[in-house]
């Protein structure tokens, strides 16, 4: 299987906040040990435009993506996460072809 690469594009005027989601969600995933879970995961900002951002998320295949993505923690998360946005979020769902480390 193919690894699967997620991007969220988002806007907010709330970075610290955000931060401090993404920690908390972090520590409780940790903590319960279930179910699948990036193997990568980035937080950007842009530098060309001030509060637009990018989470990266990476997994070892869609299917991984997908069962991570069917959790009530994770879409508890997103609620939150949504909450401290300026907008929709626009995802992009990417197939990973080659990677360079």
């Known amino acids: ?3 699967f690469v997620q991007i969220i594009e988002y806007r907010t005027q709330k970075p ?3 931060a401090a989601l ?3 969600f972090r520590k409780n995933r940790e903590t319960s040990g ?13 530098r060309d435009q001030p ?13 991984e993506a997908m ?3 069917n959790r009530a923690d994770t879409s508890e998360y ?5 909450e401290l946005c300026d907008g929709p979020a626009t995802y992009y769902n990417l197939d990973v072809l080659q990677s360079m480390e």
């Open 1 to 3: 299987m193919a690894a």
């Open 16 to 18: 610290d906040e955000v």
């Open 22 to 24: 993404n920690d908390e």
């Open 34 to 46: 279930e179910g699948s879970a990036p193997t990568l995961a980035l937080a950007c900002a842009d």
């Open 51 to 63: 509060g637009r951002y990018f989470a990266i998320v990476q997994f070892g295949s869609y299917e």
């Open 67 to 69: 069962e991570n993505s």
């Open 78 to 82: 997103a609620a939150k996460m949504m």
